[in-house]
């Protein structure tokens, strides 16, 4: 097994469903629901972004069979978003339907800036076929702010997180400080106006701040989820949940594992350097 193979498995479920399956179990047993991401993205082949949409199928009815506390989230650069947008729209309708016939629903992810309209268009009209549907929203950008009125007032769930991609200072925020006044901005607004907000960070400070915040205003643990990344700070995921606040955990599976965890890498430097020693000392 390759070095970087082995480091990935930090932030990966390994390549199987089966290996994803026993780590919901083990986080569901912990109090912690999860969302289950089948890796891939930029799909540029038909027949492999319908293949990607059966495989997110199949996974839908094993979480019905198996009785786990899931959904889950997708990419739809993975469901042919870069091939036709209507041919994506018609692909991840299969599996929002799919989803629905479980009783379960569909968070489509946010990526790139070139793909976010796109995304929300797409997420918008299926929403309004089918309310288990919902979104995500990336503080670093400038426009979330009206984004994120457009979905509250459709009544769409959204999960805030910081932004993950390498985008230019004319659509998002290029500091930290800058990302972190406007999350704690959406997050309010979320709070206030939003339905089921998801607050998706790791980050201490932000945690608390949302903890004051629903705390001064009535808003109920049951009224929002705190989400975290599988394999990052694993100890206040569990806090979090033994608290008695909700938390869902993002856990990845598959083979086409490297762009998520380069993202990964470039969030932290620690983990650049931890991979840097580790191939020096090789
Ligand atoms: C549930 C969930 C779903 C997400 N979905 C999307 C999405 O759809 N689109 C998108 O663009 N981005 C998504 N992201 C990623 C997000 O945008 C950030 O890139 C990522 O969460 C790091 O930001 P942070 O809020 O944790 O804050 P940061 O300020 O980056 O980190 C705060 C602290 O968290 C810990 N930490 C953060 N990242 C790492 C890491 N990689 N390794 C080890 N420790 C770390 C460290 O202790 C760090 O000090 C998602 C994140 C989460 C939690």
Same mark, same amino acid.
């Given at each position: 097994?390759?070095?970087?193979?082995?480091?990935?498995?930090?932030?990966?479920?390994?390549?199987?469903?089966?290996?994803?399956?026993?780590?919901?179990?083990?986080?569901?047993?912990?109090?912690?629901?999860?969302?289950?991401?089948?890796?891939?993205?930029?799909?540029?082949?038909?027949?492999?972004?319908?293949?990607?949409?059966?495989?997110?199928?199949?996974?839908?009815?094993?979480?019905?069979?198996?009785?786990?506390?899931?959904?889950?989230?997708?990419?739809?650069?993975?469901? /042919?978003?870069?091939?036709?947008?209507?041919?994506?729209?018609?692909?991840?309708?299969?599996?929002?339907?799919?989803?629905?016939?479980?009783?379960?629903?569909?968070?489509?992810?946010?990526?790139?800036?070139?793909?976010?309209?796109?995304t929300f268009d797409?997420a918008h009209?299926?929403?309004?076929?089918?309310?288990?549907?919902?979104?995500?929203?990336?503080?670093?950008? =400038?426009?979330?702010?009206?984004d994120?009125?457009?979905?509250?007032?459709?009544?769409?769930?959204?999960?805030?997180?910081? /932004?993950?991609?390498?985008?230019?200072?004319?659509?998002?925020?290029?500091?930290?400080?800058?990302?972190?006044?406007?999350?704690?901005?959406?997050?309010?607004?979320?709070?206030?106006?939003?339905?089921?907000?998801?607050?998706?960070?790791?980050?201490?400070?932000?945690?608390?701040?949302?903890?004051?915040?629903?705390?001064?205003?009535?808003?109920?643990?049951?009224?929002?989820?705190?989400?975290?990344?599988? /394999?990052?700070?694993?100890?206040?995921?569990?806090?979090?949940?033994?608290?008695? =606040?909700?938390?869902?955990? =993002?856990?990845?599976?598959?083979?086409?594992?490297?762009? =998520?965890?380069?993202?990964?890498?470039?969030?932290?430097?620690?983990?650049?350097?931890?991979?840097?020693?580790?191939?020096?000392?090789?």
């Amino acid at each position: 097994m390759g070095l970087l193979t082995l480091m990935a498995r930090r932030f990966v479920a390994g390549k199987t469903a089966d290996t994803a399956m026993a780590a919901v179990r083990k986080l569901n047993e912990q109090k912690i629901c999860t969302t289950l991401d089948i890796l891939g993205e930029d799909v540029t082949d038909r027949d492999e972004a319908t293949r990607c949409a059966d495989a997110y199928i199949g996974l839908l009815e094993r979480i019905a069979q198996e009785k786990v506390d899931s959904n889950v989230s997708v990419k739809l650069t993975m469901m /042919g978003l870069d091939i036709d947008k209507q041919f994506c729209l018609d692909n991840v309708r299969r599996v929002v339907q799919a989803a629905a016939r479980v009783g379960n629903w569909v968070r489509i992810d946010i990526e790139g800036s070139n793909v976010t309209q796109e995304t929300f268009d797409i997420a918008h009209a299926l929403h309004a076929e089918n309310s288990n549907v919902a979104a995500a929203v990336q503080a670093y950008l =400038y426009r979330s702010e009206e984004d994120i009125r457009k979905l509250n007032e459709a009544g769409v769930a959204v999960r805030l997180c910081k /932004g993950a991609y390498k985008e230019p200072k004319q659509v998002a925020f290029q500091n930290k400080r800058d990302v972190n006044a406007n999350f704690s901005k959406l997050m309010r607004l979320l709070l206030e106006e939003g339905t089921d907000p998801a607050i998706a960070t790791h980050d201490t400070k932000l945690i608390n701040e949302c903890k004051e915040l629903v705390a001064r205003n009535g808003i109920g643990k049951d009224q929002f989820e705190f989400q975290m990344l599988f /394999g990052i700070r694993n100890a206040l995921q569990r806090q979090l949940a033994d608290e008695g =606040y909700r938390v869902r955990c =993002y856990v990845p599976f598959g083979t086409h594992w490297l762009p =998520y965890f380069l993202r990964r890498l470039r969030e932290r430097r620690a983990n650049v350097m931890f991979v840097l020693k580790n191939l020096f000392r090789r």
